[in-house]
């Protein structure tokens, strides 16, 4: 009867097998891998015995167990042959150069003839034996010995002759001898680059020995450049390719540079015709070799024949024209380029083409992009000389660019309006692309956001150097920028409406600065800026209300136009007291309009997102009001009650009251501090008690509701007399009055402490703390004065190691009091 072990036994069975399984296994695979070893690196077989040869358990410590890694053979090899090659090297080198004069004709050819003839042979033997490192080595010996020989050559019987041109000669020998030597030994790796190499050389020397011009290296180059682009196609092995592809790009690229800088000089037309003839020669090579090659060659090939392309063909009406309107020659050529998507040239030519065409347009642009920085972040200027009068240069005078050359700078606006054109077309007709472009892949839906957002741009820079470049008047200059504003604006709504929300945002941010421009360049007059400032007002508001009612515009931009228009509103009041002639602080009472205004327009609006972003920016209007009228006592103190009064109104409102009220009595506090220090009162208790002892009392009956807080029942009433007695106190030259005060605020302080109220324990220990800062700082002075000045950093270090080392308690200390803090009413 056959025994059946149960599933789980059965299971167990079959892992253990196959574990001890797979075990032999890695066995087995590491001897084979050792074997492997061992039969590729040998070089000769071992000398037999004429007994039994042991068997070689190599060098592993089992008969399974896993082999020590063998010595670098191959790689201690190579270093041999490379040190050898070398002293052969300086060899050869010093008899050529030191001991070739001592010795007869004869001599000379009997030494050259023997050891380039065992340089070349003696690699066909070695490879026969499979010494490919030595037969590399002998190679590379040859190759120096063949330059020497040319060399030696020249020296013993072609001192009369040419140099460069003997160069040359020798140069083309050598390579067709080193590609014929390489293509007869092909085990050999370095005659063929060699070969490559050298071949690099023979046009040019000759083109130097003619004594040739710029255009006629040029031309040897591209044709040096041609069959380096032949052979990197046709070769089979990458190290020819790479070499050829380098060449490739050495030569082709210096024969294109020279031709383009021949373009760029030429005195007319005519002179311009030879170079581009040359790089057009250069684009069709491009375009060949792009033909055959892998798609980012090609592409690269078409980047490389668009430019040149647009180079040959813009150069020549480019000669002809007044400096800096080359440039937009060259723009058109770049625009014409486009049309060559459709020939059939390969994808990636045409894709390269394309880039070529971007590539010319972006840097047509950023050449013509200096006036309009100099333009754009002239008006801030204007801050230094308000109201100065009309500038005298007109545009130009308003920005500060009378000094500018715009003879030669003319042409930008007309570069960034094509631009602008181009990309605003692109944007239009994006769906047409595909049928106009053929089988060429068109970008995504991304790309048509970039062309108009990039539109938007153009045209609003070269629409702004306008003025200037025409030399246009002052009030035209102004004019422009301000229609600019509303257009940008115009385009943000209409944009969002068609869903294109990067050109939205693209034409808010250009927008928004040139209001800003417009708002600077308007402080030129008083006309102007009141023109400009409430023309902004109109229009920002009216921005706020459009994108408001608008779906899919962004909360941020809204409030952002309703905080703008708040701000150029704020220019207004201030305008009209420089108009009356006010000084500074009369002008503040001025100001508080705009946050009069918010605070009316934030009950008006309520709930509205708007609301609190507006009445925000009033209250820094109003913060600019009390500055400005710092410089008088009297309007301070009325400009800090006006702003209780607007701060009280605005707690009037639910939302509003828990900041707006606080705001409120801080403010009358410090209006009545002012007017109380503008009386000459020396001991403001007296003045402050009376209301304290009141104000204190409403707060123990306010504490009855367990939901007021200390700071809501004490904190109006301790300040109104606390901060006023700290800052006499400080200014106080005796004694009793620091002392009187320290005592009230420790008993302020230890009643909170008792009664955990946080009011009381803050309030009572701030006041405490800056009084006996204010009584020691004489005697600390003096003490820090009397000792050494290593005492004050050796006391720092020790208190900084003293908070690291206990870091982590002190940092749980400050919890623990902070979390007792807040459980303090």
Not at 69 to 90: K, S, Y
Not at 212 to 219: A, E, I
Not at 341 to 351: C, K, Q
Request: glycine share 12%.
């Amino acid at each position: 009867m056959e025994h059946v072990p149960p599933p789980a036994e059965e299971l167990a069975l079959l892992d253990s097998e196959l574990v001890r399984l797979d075990a032999r296994r890695a066995q087995l695979l590491t001897r084979r891998a050792w074997l492997v070893q061992v039969l590729s690196t040998a070089t000769a077989p071992p000398a037999a015995g004429p007994g039994p040869r042991p068997e070689s358990r190599g060098p592993v410590a089992g008969a399974f167990g896993p082999p020590v890694a063998p010595a670098p053979v191959r790689g201690v090899q190579n270093v041999l042959l490379v040190l050898g090659g070398l002293l052969l090297t300086v060899a050869a080198l010093a008899f050529t150069l030191v001991s070739w004069g001592d010795m007869g004709i004869g001599g000379r050819s009997a030494v050259l003839t023997a050891l380039t003839a065992a340089g070349l042979g003696a690699p066909a033997l070695l490879l026969r034996r499979k010494l490919s490192s030595t037969a590399e080595a002998l190679a590379a010996l040859t190759s120096v010995l063949m330059v020497l020989d040319a060399y030696a050559l020249y020296v013993a019987a072609m001192l009369g002759t040419d140099g460069a041109g003997y160069a040359g000669t020798a140069a083309a020998v050598l390579a067709v001898l080193w590609a014929a030597y390489g293509l007869l030994l092909d085990r050999l790796r370095l005659p063929l680059p060699l070969a490559v190499f050298a071949a690099q050389l023979p046009l040019v020397l000759w083109t130097w020995a003619a004594g040739g011009g710029p255009l006629w290296f040029s031309g040897a180059l591209l044709a040096t450049a041609a069959l380096d682009g032949v052979v990197a196609l046709r070769a089979g092995r990458a190290s020819v390719r790479v070499m050829a592809c380098a060449a490739l790009c050495a030569t082709g690229g210096a024969g294109l540079l020279l031709a383009f800088g021949e373009s760029l000089t030429a005195s007319g037309p005519a002179d311009a015709v030879a170079p581009g003839a040359l790089l057009l020669a250069g684009a069709a090579l491009a375009v060949a070799g792009a033909r055959g090659a892998r798609l980012p060659f090609a592409v690269a090939g078409g980047v490389v024949a668009g430019l040149a392309a647009v180079a040959a063909v813009g150069g020549v009406p480019a000669a002809g024209l007044p400096d800096g309107w080359p440039v937009p020659a060259y723009l058109l050529c770049a625009g014409a380029l486009l049309f060559a998507v459709r020939a059939p040239l390969g994808a990636g030519a045409v894709r390269g083409l394309r880039w070529a065409s971007g590539l010319v347009a972006a840097g047509a642009v950023l050449v013509s992009l200096p006036p309009v920085t100099v333009v754009a972040a002239g008006p801030v200027t204007r801050l230094g000389a308000p109201w100065s009068g009309v500038p005298r240069d007109g545009a130009r005078g308003a920005v500060g660019a009378t000094d500018l050359p715009w003879a030669e700078m003319a042409y930008a606006p007309v570069v960034l309006l094509l631009a602008a054109v181009a990309c605003g077309a692109a944007f239009r007709w994006w769906e047409g692309l595909p049928r106009w472009a053929g089988p060429v892949a068109v970008p995504g839906p991304a790309w048509r956001g970039a062309a108009g957002s990039a539109a938007v741009a153009l045209g609003w820079a070269g629409l702004m150097v306008l003025p200037a470049a025409l030399d246009l008047s002052f009030a035209a200059a102004l004019a422009v920028q301000l229609v600019l504003v509303v257009a940008a604006f115009g385009v943000v709504v209409g944009a969002l409406r068609g869903g294109a929300l990067g050109v939205a945002w693209t034409a808010g941010v250009v927008g928004a600065g040139g209001a800003v421009g417009a708002g600077l360049l308007a402080l030129a007059t008083e006309a102007a800026t009141y023109t400009a400032f409430g023309l902004l007002v109109a229009v920002f508001v009216m921005l706020a209300v459009a994108l408001d009612r608008q779906e899919g515009a962004s909360a941020v931009a809204v409030r952002a136009s309703a905080c703008a228009a708040v701000v150029c509103a704020a220019v207004l009041p201030a305008a009209l007291g420089a108009s009356l002639e006010l000084v500074v602080y009369e002008t503040a009472p001025l100001l508080l309009v705009v946050p009069a205004v918010t605070v009316l327009l934030g009950a008006r609006l309520k709930g509205h997102p708007v609301a609190l972003p507006v009445e925000v920016t009033g209250a820094a209007a109003g913060a600019a009001a009390v500055a400005a009228a710092a410089g008088d006592v009297r309007f301070l103190a009325l400009v800090l009650a006006l702003c209780g009064v607007l701060a009280a109104g605005a707690a009037l409102r639910p939302e509003r009251r828990p900041f707006a009220g606080y705001l409120a009595t801080g403010l009358f506090v410090m209006a009545a501090w002012v007017r109380l220090s503008l009386s000459g009162v020396s001991a403001p208790e007296a003045y402050t008690l009376p209301v304290t002892v009141p104000a204190l009392v409403v707060g123990v009956l306010r504490r009855r509701d367990p939901s007021a807080s200390s700071w809501t029942a004490y904190g109006a009433g301790l300040s109104v007399t606390l901060v006023p007695s700290l800052g006499a106190a400080w200014t106080d030259a005796h004694w009793t009055r620091p002392l009187l005060l320290g005592v009230a605020a420790l008993v302020i302080t230890l009643a909170g402490a008792r009664l955990r109220l946080q009011a009381l324990l803050v309030l009572g220990g701030t006041v405490l703390a800056l009084d006996a800062l204010h009584e020691l700082t004489p005697y600390v002075v003096q003490v820090v004065g009397a000792l050494p000045r290593w005492v004050a950093p050796a006391l720092a270090g020790v208190l900084l190691l003293a908070v690291g080392a206990t870091y982590e308690k002190r940092l749980r200390d400050a919890r623990r009091v902070k979390e007792a803090l807040g459980r303090m009413r």
